[in-house]
């Protein structure tokens, strides 16, 4: 080699520069920052909710109404640097890992690149790991950028994704949920009931949760809907409305809804009829029922009696039929709209089934029930104990009073406390068999119960539980008598509760009679002396002999009645009937015969 040539390649050598990194590698620093930024501030923002929600254990919204302000303040900030720092972190990692050495070329470069960032910003994880194995940086660096991916980004784009899949498929109702139930028994034996003493604490006890679909469901494409759910007979469903609203309200406190079976659709014919429903006249066996027979009618669906379903409405019943405020009841028909999860059929096998019973011998005579009064009263005083009160006392005359009732109800088809068909109500029951007091009511029931059931069916309704469970009550009567009503076979259980209160009257009730006591007994003797005066007397006798009759009349019966204002006792009917109208009485025919008297 020539030495000049030698000397031209030095030469050039030394004029040229080191070729500074692209644009694009010299975001790597800024793009390493921010992602520590958001990764710190989603820490600390994780952590501090952590700590005050005691590791999650406190309600959203209990949370947000409790926070300390300033706790709130620094959760916000950390929540908002941690946002804007992961989309710039985003948005430079793209850019620097989809940017390319070789630019895109031609008409449709703004396409091309565009397309290039999109793509990256989808696997974006994926992408950053591949373009840091290329890439010529420092191993320390690439290693740093790839655990950084590997640790960080792809976790957190795959719950991104999962999220983004969630959120779609929720948008269409195509998931489940973890509902929980409560322990009342409603749906017993499908769901287990709890073992807590009152109907309150039961449903406050969750004994089961369950997996249920969301409804309605489904993608609706130009008028057709995919991937959709039509309610089946047999579905267990979850609803809520403003009844179940108000029924909750009252007996737990709190707003929840309902879980029930669907028995009716739109168009079908439903009876109860001799402790089945009968569905477009075909009894229907039920295994998923805690007891054979147990279905009875109630407020809204009498027994004996059809109905038949509209339009976009369903009846629902529980499977505990003793102890359910359902469609029979309270509950009423309710709308298809309502529902929001359902546990269909088909789910149901293999899973719920297996606490299914034999109905082999469900249309069988001997499947019917015995109630047995006795075991039945002590099962209510323990309730009664429960709540801090004194038990019943078994009253042989008010169970032959409540026979006497349970008789009349069926011969006029009418339970009704009033009477108001038959005119034989509680109180004339009472008279008939000896027996009297001062408060006292009446429960009915139709249908065929065990003792425990009969317990569970009136704990079930705030009302009846209230009334069973009134401090006003001493003595009780039960009669099971089975008939006919409308030629529908059943059984009425009525109860005959009565008791004692103290009318307390007021002292100035007492004081009034003891002034017109006096009052009589200070004119007393004068009239009395009349009978002396001998030819006055033979000429007026028959006046002045019933004045002092009248005298001697009143003066023993407002004795007799202030002794039992004393004693604070009860007024009879005839001391009653004396103050109403028989005083007053005697008190005109004595000022009349006064007045004709002193006119001698």
Request: with cysteine; glycine share 6%.
């Amino acid at each position: 080699m020539k030495s000049e040539d030698i000397h031209k390649k030095q030469e050039i050598e030394s004029t040229v520069s080191p070729v500074p990194d692209p644009p694009h590698h010299q975001h790597w620093h800024l793009t390493i920052i921010l992602g520590a930024i958001f990764a710190v501030c989603t820490i600390s923002d994780l952590i501090l909710l952590i700590v005050l929600t005691d590791g999650f254990n406190i309600e959203i919204t209990e949370f947000i109404a409790t926070i300390d302000q300033t706790y709130w303040l620094i959760i916000n900030i950390l929540t908002s640097v941690a946002g804007i720092s992961f989309l710039i972190f985003a948005s430079l990692l793209t850019t620097v890992v989809a940017h390319s050495d070789n630019q895109p070329t031609g008409p449709f470069r703004g396409l091309k690149s565009a397309a290039a960032y999109s793509v990256t910003l989808a696997i974006l994880p994926i992408a950053a790991m591949f373009r840091v194995a290329r890439s010529r940086r420092s191993l320390i660096s690439r290693l740093f950028i790839f655990l950084i991916s590997l640790c960080f980004l792809l976790p957190l784009w795959g719950l991104i994704y999962l999220g983004s899949s969630y959120t779609l498929l929720s948008q269409f109702a195509l998931v489940s949920d973890q509902v929980s139930i409560s322990g009342t028994g409603s749906m017993y034996p499908t769901f287990p009931k709890s073992d807590a003493p009152t109907q309150y604490l039961q449903s406050q006890v969750t004994a089961s949760i369950q997996t249920m679909d969301r409804y309605p469901r489904g993608i609706t494409l130009f008028g057709t809907t995919y991937f959709d759910y039509q309610i089946q007979h047999g579905d267990i469903v979850s609803f809520e409305n403003q009844v179940t609203d108000s029924i909750t309200a009252d007996s737990d406190g709190e707003t929840r809804g309902f879980i029930k079976r669907i028995v009716g659709l739109p168009g079908d014919v439903l009876e109860i009829r001799d402790g089945l429903f009968y569905r477009n006249q075909q009894p229907l066996l039920e295994p998923y029922t805690a007891t054979a027979r147990s279905t009875f009618g109630g407020e809204f669906l009498p027994e004996c009696q059809s109905i038949t379903i509209p339009d976009g409405y369903a009846f629902v019943a529980g499977d505990n039929r003793k102890a359910n405020n359902d469609s029979r009841h309270d509950v009423g028909l309710i709308l298809i709209s309502d529902i929001d999860h359902v546990i269909s059929v088909q789910d149901q096998q293999g899973r719920l089934d297996q606490y299914y019973r034999d109905i082999s011998d469900e249309l069988a005579d001997s499947a019917r029930i015995q109630f047995d009064p006795e075991t039945y009263v002590k099962l209510l005083n323990v309730q009664r104990t429960i709540v801090g009160l004194s038990p019943l006392k078994p009253e042989p005359l008010l169970d032959r009073s409540s026979a006497h009732r349970a008789a009349i109800m069926m011969e006029y088809d009418d339970l009704s406390f009033e009477a108001t068909a038959s005119g034989y109500d509680m109180s004339q029951a009472m008279s008939d068999v000896g027996y009297s007091n001062i408060v006292y009511g009446e429960s009915s029931a139709q249908g065929y119960y065990t003792a425990e059931e009969m317990i569970e069916y009136q704990f079930s309704f705030p009302d009846s539980a209230k009334f069973l469970l009134d401090p006003e009550y001493d003595d009780i009567g039960v009669a099971a008598v089975q008939g006919q009503i409308n030629g529908c076979p059943t059984q009425l259980i009525i109860q005959h509760v009565a008791g004692y209160i103290p009318p307390n009257y007021s002292q100035s009730d007492i004081d009034s009679w003891r002034s017109a006591l006096t009052n009589l007994q200070t004119i007393q003797p004068g009239w009395s002396k009349l009978t002396e005066y001998g030819s006055l007397y033979d000429q007026n006798k028959a006046d002045i002999d019933r004045m002092n009759q009248i005298i001697q009349t009143r003066i023993a019966s407002v004795s007799d009645i202030i002794t039992t204002m004393e004693a604070n006792q009860w007024l009879s009917a005839s001391q009653r009937q004396y103050i109403e109208t028989t005083d007053y009485q005697l008190y005109l025919e004595q000022s009349e015969l006064a007045k004709r008297l002193n006119s001698l």
